[in-house]
T-cell receptor, first 116, second 114 residues
């Protein structure tokens, strides 16, 4: 079964700092990759996704992520964070292979706190 | 207005109670999901329904009983729960199950079992 690792449980940054959240997955085949965000008191929302093509994907609110197949990684980045980016961020993976259930597997999440 | 609504948003119940969680999606999707989100743990997929048929049960205890009367509604019936079942229960929907379609989540029901 596939698994997803998010290395940082809690990240604290000051406004305007750059952000990179790590995500690694374990699955040898083709995957679809997602980053979801959960703002305080709100539901999980899709931030960005990678299905195929350009490994650098851009999402909402200035976020981007790069898929590096050789490293089984899909790190999330933002050049300059804002206080409103305070939230919990989840990486998720679903394998693409015929005959198997394509479950969406989540990492344990990274809580980002941005100090004003 | 989110496309996926859940009620109630908060629920406190005793171990001998029976309660139900409700999920409704307004997105015209055919697949619906129940997840459990516990503190410090990854989201755990519990059940998957595709076109009203249950296609996945991730070894969930029988004290959790799902029901999907149509593609827009999903219920989770709860009975004789344990305190360790306290968690945020999330409902999601997508165009099709087991596809590249994005899953859209509801706000969740915060369940506390006393």
């Amino acid at each position: 079964a596939q698994s997803v690792s998010q290395h940082n449980h809690h990240v604290i940054l000051s406004e305007a700092a750059s952000l990179e959240l790590g995500c690694n997955y374990s699955y040898g085949g083709t995957v679809n990759l997602f980053w979801y965000v959960q703002y305080p008191g709100q539901h999980l929302q899709l931030l960005l996704k990678y299905f195929s093509g350009d490994p650098l994907v851009k999402g909402i609110k200035g976020f981007e992520a790069e898929f590096i197949k050789s490293k089984f990684s899909f790190n999330l980045r933002k050049p300059s964070v804002q206080w409103s980016d305070t939230a919990e961020y989840f990486c998720a993976v679903t394998p693409i292979s015929s005959g198997s259930a394509r479950q969406l597997t989540f990492g344990s999440g990274t809580q980002l706190t941005v100090l004003p | 207005e989110t496309g996926v609504t859940q009620t109630p948003r908060h629920l406190v119940m005793g171990m001998t109670n029976k309660k139900s969680l409700k999920c409704e999606q307004h997105l015209g999707h055919n697949a619906m999901y129940w997840y459990k989100q516990s503190a410090k743990k990854p989201l755990e997929l519990m059940f998957v329904y595709n076109f009203k048929e249950q296609t996945e049960n991730n070894s969930v205890p029988s004290r959790f009983s799902p029901e999907c009367p149509n593609s827009s509604h999903l219920f989770l019936h709860l009975h004789t729960l344990q305190p360790e079942d306290s968690a945020l229960y999330l409902c999601a929907s997508s165009g099709k199950a087991y596809n590249t379609d994005t899953q859209y989540f509801g706000p969740g029901t915060r369940l506390t079992v006393l």
